[in-house]
């Protein structure tokens, strides 16, 4: 693991779901339907502490040891519809995070194990994307999602800025892990499905208002 170096914030690196769009008690719904035409015996409980944060490779593992079978290497797109019409039916923006970005002089961009088609289409729908432009990662540029560090490094590196000198914003255990294994500094934030208890450990701040974020950065070291 990097060493991180006491410094000021040069970079904020965002999470997508649960962070700035409040598309995880949604997509847990629709999880749960997934799970149930599979014949996957998941609660929404389990669903939660499973799945949300992780990458496809992790969900698809977790359904396969659950179901005893492999799955074919397409099988989630087969669901995307439903993720699509939910998201445009309910998705809102996280309660605070407009004034948060607002309120933040620090360059920042987006990192998600969501693809970019699906990212794109989610700040579009909160009206968040004119805060991040092109300044979107995904899982599907590196080789390994969350809780790997490969996409934090990636957006590090991308945005030409030294991985101790990034805060991440995560609102789930993978987020958090991925964030400390690239060395940069984990701000999570409990406002969601993920209870702080999850969240806790080295190099991380927690928070439950997202209108804290700036001031919490402000003053924020390695």
């Not at 990636?154 to 030294?162: D, I, K």
Request: proline share 4%; net charge negative.
């Amino acid at each position: 693991m990097p060493i991180m170096t006491r410094s000021t914030v040069e970079l904020v690196i965002f999470d997508c779901d649960g962070v700035l769009v409040d598309s995880e008690r949604i997509a847990v719904k629709v999880d749960a339907v997934i799970m149930g035409d599979l014949g996957c015996m998941f609660t929404e409980e389990e669903i939660i502490e499973k799945f949300v944060g992780s990458s496809t490779e992790v969900y698809t593992a977790a359904v396969e040891e659950q179901l005893g079978r492999r799955l074919e290497k397409d099988w989630l797109q087969r669901y995307e519809h439903l993720y699509k019409a939910a998201f445009e039916a309910d998705l809102t923006a996280v309660d605070g995070v407009a004034e948060a970005l607002n309120g933040l002089t620090t360059p920042v961009c987006v990192a998600s194990n969501t693809d970019h088609a699906g990212i794109r289409r989610n700040l579009e729908i909160v009206a968040l994307s004119d805060h991040f432009e092109e300044r979107i990662f995904s899982a599907a540029d590196v080789p390994r999602g969350k809780p790997a560090p490969d996409l934090f490094l990636h957006a590090a590196r991308s945005m030409g800025v030294e991985p101790g000198r990034c805060a991440v914003i995560e609102d789930s255990a993978y987020g958090v892990q991925a964030a400390r294994s690239a060395g940069m500094r984990a701000f999570g934030y409990y406002g969601g499905l993920t209870p702080a208890s999850r969240l806790e450990g080295p190099g991380t701040t927690l928070f439950g208002d997202m209108r804290a974020l700036p001031k919490l950065l402000a003053t924020a070291t390695h």
